[in-house]
């Protein structure tokens, strides 16, 4: 086992060996413009670029010509939702999202708001799920755009997806989710789903960083975007530069390992997870954060009463993990996402999210058990505040 252990794929994953493989000849061999037409070296890029395209579509159950070659999931959610926002505000200008979403959903309807745009944001229970109901009671005449993730980031909540698609369909509304954790993970097709925009990102599923792509539905409805980056009209004219032909090579790798490994992996790290959360809640003064089975099967989220993430990971430091998200670890405030499922302040603050996948063993997730529960039981020893409660003074 080598030290220090990497336990935060939610916040990016080593690329796939075989991923890499497949991209090194797209750098220096076979390094054409996707968009040279007239000659071979830009033929065989373009060829290349058309088979990642079919792969990204197979896991999703898409067509080819439904996927947009994007930098990631935050160029993917941008596009969405200002792309919706300005298609479709002669139908309304009401946007219906939820708190614990990424902040590239967040912001992005932030800076719709400023632009004269309504934005409702649900709540969730104390699982992080949305209320189908509110959902529901939600929508007016306006609403011409729902953007809800598929998993948490954080906590690791799945929504349910399929009923969210139903309420939207139902009422022609657009559905956008941000799939960007879930995506490779768990089975998830466009169709069942009902989502109409998908945004999707290689680095999340053990693809390369800087690539991903938007799913954009064709039929049934019709979903019209808008080009937020004008140029030389590549992918449709949608999203404008130049290939990043072995980045596209490698996500398409990465769908197509997934595609025919998702079933096994899957089922393996479920047990890690259940195994992980069953240990912990043995311990006292322990909550999980996030759902206990509607969950993302490689995310593990708690909170550990009368002790600090920070204090942990100072202890800790043979492991890697993660407090609340990459995205806001640089500021002290806590994590907006266990704000919102009702964590006051001393809970938030003492959660760590211990995330793993492919290349995790079993051995590893032991080792972190056990440096974990020690790790808390030898902060809550120097605890004041823990001796007094146990003491039963406060
Ligand atoms: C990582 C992440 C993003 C951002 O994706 P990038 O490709 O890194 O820009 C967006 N949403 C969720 C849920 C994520 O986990």
């Known amino acids: 086992m080598k030290l220090p252990l990497y336990m935060d794929y939610n916040a990016t994953t080593p690329v796939d060996p075989r991923v890499v493989e497949t991209m090194v000849p797209y750098f220096c061999e076979i390094f054409g413009n996707a968009s040279s037409s007239n000659h071979k070296f830009g033929w065989e890029a373009q060829e290349a670029v058309s088979k990642a395209r079919k792969q990204v579509a197979d896991l999703i159950g898409a067509r080819a010509s439904e996927i947009i070659f994007t930098s990631g999931s935050t160029e993917s959610n941008n596009i969405s939702v200002k792309s919706v926002a300005e298609v479709y505000s002669e139908k309304g200008n009401h946007i219906i999202t939820c708190l614990t979403e990424h902040k590239a959903i967040l912001e992005t309807c932030e800076y719709l708001e400023s632009r004269g745009f309504n934005v409702t944001y649900l709540n969730t229970d104390e699982t992080g799920l949305i209320d189908l109901n509110e959902l529901a009671e939600s929508f007016t005449d306006k609403t011409i755009l729902v953007s809800l993730m598929t998993g948490n980031n954080e906590i690791g909540t799945i929504q349910p997806i399929e009923e969210i698609g139903n309420l939207c369909k139902e009422r022609g509304v657009i559905f956008h989710s941000d799939a960007t954790q879930s995506?490779?993970?768990?089975?998830?097709?466009?169709?069942?789903?009902?989502?109409?925009?998908?945004?999707?990102?290689?680095?999340?599923?053990?693809?390369?960083?800087?690539?991903?792509?938007?799913?954009?539905?064709?039929?049934?409805?019709?979903?019209?975007?808008?080009?937020?980056?004008?140029?030389?009209?590549?992918?449709?004219?949608?999203?404008?530069?130049?290939?990043?032909?072995?980045?596209?090579?490698?996500?398409?790798?990465?769908?197509?390992?997934?595609?025919?490994?998702?079933?096994?992996?899957?089922?393996?790290?479920?047990?890690?997870?259940?195994?992980?959360?069953?240990?912990?809640?043995?311990?006292?003064?322990?909550?999980?954060?996030?759902?206990?089975?509607?969950?993302?099967?490689?995310?593990?989220?708690?909170?550990?009463?009368?002790?600090?993430?920070?204090?942990?990971?100072?202890?800790?430091?043979?492991?890697?993990?993660?407090?609340?998200?990459?995205?806001?670890?640089?500021?002290?405030?806590?994590?907006?996402?266990?704000?919102?499922?009702?964590?006051?302040?001393?809970?938030?603050?003492?959660?760590?999210?211990?995330?793993?996948?492919?290349?995790?063993?079993?051995?590893?997730?032991?080792?972190?058990?056990?440096?974990?529960?020690?790790?808390?039981?030898?902060?809550?020893?120097?605890?004041?505040?823990?001796?007094?409660?146990?003491?039963?003074?406060i």
């Open 183 to 393: 995506v490779g993970k768990i089975p998830l097709n466009v169709d069942t789903t009902g989502i109409d925009l998908m945004s999707i990102s290689a680095h999340k599923f053990y693809g390369p960083k800087g690539i991903g792509a938007l799913y954009v539905r064709s039929k049934n409805p019709r979903v019209k975007i808008t080009r937020q980056t004008h140029g030389g009209s590549q992918e449709k004219g949608m999203r404008s530069g130049t290939l990043n032909v072995p980045g596209i090579v490698g996500l398409g790798k990465a769908c197509e390992i997934s595609t025919e490994e998702m079933d096994t992996e899957m089922k393996r790290q479920i047990k890690f997870r259940d195994k992980m959360i069953d240990e912990f809640l043995k311990m006292e003064n322990v909550h999980l954060n996030g759902h206990r089975t509607n969950r993302l099967p490689n995310n593990v989220n708690l909170s550990f009463a009368y002790t600090d993430s920070e204090s942990i990971l100072a202890e800790m430091k043979d492991i890697a993990v993660s407090t609340g998200s990459a995205c806001t670890s640089a500021s002290l405030s806590p994590s907006h996402v266990l704000t919102a499922i009702g964590r006051n302040n001393e809970l938030a603050r003492s959660a760590i999210r211990i995330s793993f996948g492919r290349f995790t063993t079993e051995e590893e997730i032991d080792y972190t058990i056990r440096r974990v529960t020690e790790t808390v039981e030898q902060i809550r020893q120097q605890s004041q505040i823990y001796k007094m409660a146990k003491d039963g003074l």
